[in-house]
């Protein structure tokens, strides 16, 4: 997993997998699931990122695995 964060246009992008995109789906406001030719998600974008989550700094975004 891959995770970007535009501090240009206050995105979020979640990269699941390297699967090409072949179509993106507007989920619910601000949310984008990018989807695979099995109609699987391969990727998440987060738009206006420092609204919806204010208390948190997104350049410091990290993967915990446990």
Not at 9 to 23: G, S
């Amino acid at each position: 997993m891959r995770i970007h964060f535009d501090e240009k246009a206050d995105a979020l992008y979640l990269r699941l997998d390297d699967t090409p995109v072949v179509e993106s789906r507007k989920v619910w406001s601000g949310i984008v699931f990018d989807l695979d030719a099995g109609s699987q998600v391969v990727g998440i974008e987060i738009l206006d990122v420092r609204k919806r989550f204010p208390r948190s700094d997104p350049t410091a975004v990290r993967l915990d695995m446990a």
